[in-house]
């Protein structure tokens, strides 16, 4: 008896150990790692956060390729258009006040969680609950994440379960042919 109870405790510590999701969060000197696949190549893609009062800044380093992307708070907060731009040409890449960059801003998330649906670049991305499909997982650990489709395309996308910074972990079948995926997070 004292052995099956002993069974049990474990298998119920077991679940809930596993039954947690990681939430990370966006601090100074944080560095996310991605893989992006970019119209076929595929290529690895470092941020590293900087947090002001009145704007984000990701440090981009890619191939060679550095830049700085500047999220201003406007954005951060009512944006409703993501970039894609990789600072390619500017070493600062100031963005538009509704633009964010690897992130949804603070309103859509709102959005999302009230409505189960936001508005981004002119696309209606839908809240879809088939949690097979949620999954996302980064160094073993996964992620709690909200998984949404366009309407109008097949884009998908994963976006961390933080209101303050809504992360995209993972986004696929993007028309532009620019796909990514988080792999790592590291507080530096």
């Given at each position: 008896?004292?052995?099956?109870?002993?069974?049990?405790?474990?298998?119920?510590?077991?679940?809930?150990?596993?039954?947690?999701?990681?939430?990370?969060?966006l601090k100074n000197n944080t560095e996310l790692s991605y893989i992006c696949k970019l119209h076929g190549q595929t290529r690895t893609l470092t941020l590293t956060s900087k947090i002001a009062n009145d704007k984000?800044?990701?440090?981009?380093?890619?191939?060679?390729?550095?830049?700085?992307?500047?999220?201003?708070?406007?954005?951060?907060?009512?944006?409703?258009?993501?970039?894609?731009?990789?600072?390619?040409?500017?070493?600062?890449?100031?963005?538009?006040?509704?633009?964010?960059?690897?992130?949804?801003?603070?309103?859509?998330?709102?959005?999302?969680?009230?409505?189960?649906?936001?508005?981004?670049?002119?696309?209606?991305?839908?809240?879809?609950?088939?949690?097979?499909?949620?999954?996302?997982?980064?160094?073993?650990?996964?992620?709690?994440?909200?998984?949404?489709?366009?309407?109008?395309?097949?884009?998908?996308?994963?976006?961390?379960?933080?209101?303050?910074?809504?992360?995209?972990?993972?986004?696929?079948?993007?028309?532009?042919?620019?796909?990514?995926?988080?792999?790592?997070?590291?507080?530096?």
């Amino acid at each position: 008896m004292k052995k099956t109870i002993l069974i049990l405790l474990v298998c119920a510590m077991h679940q809930i150990g596993t039954a947690q999701k990681y939430i990370p969060t966006l601090k100074n000197n944080t560095e996310l790692s991605y893989i992006c696949k970019l119209h076929g190549q595929t290529r690895t893609l470092t941020l590293t956060s900087k947090i002001a009062n009145d704007k984000l800044i990701l440090d981009l380093d890619t191939r060679g390729v550095k830049s700085s992307i500047v999220i201003l708070s406007e954005a951060l907060k009512n944006g409703n258009a993501l970039s894609f731009n990789q600072g390619e040409y500017e070493p600062v890449l100031s963005l538009k006040p509704t633009e964010t960059f690897f992130m949804i801003s603070q309103s859509a998330y709102q959005d999302l969680l009230k409505n189960n649906k936001f508005i981004y670049n002119n696309t209606t991305y839908v809240l879809d609950e088939n949690l097979a499909k949620n999954s996302v997982e980064i160094e073993g650990k996964l992620l709690d994440n909200l998984h949404v489709v366009a309407q109008v395309d097949e884009t998908e996308m994963w976006i961390v379960k933080n209101p303050e910074f809504p992360l995209i972990c993972k986004i696929i079948k993007n028309p532009l042919g620019i796909n990514f995926t988080l792999v790592k997070i590291t507080d530096n």
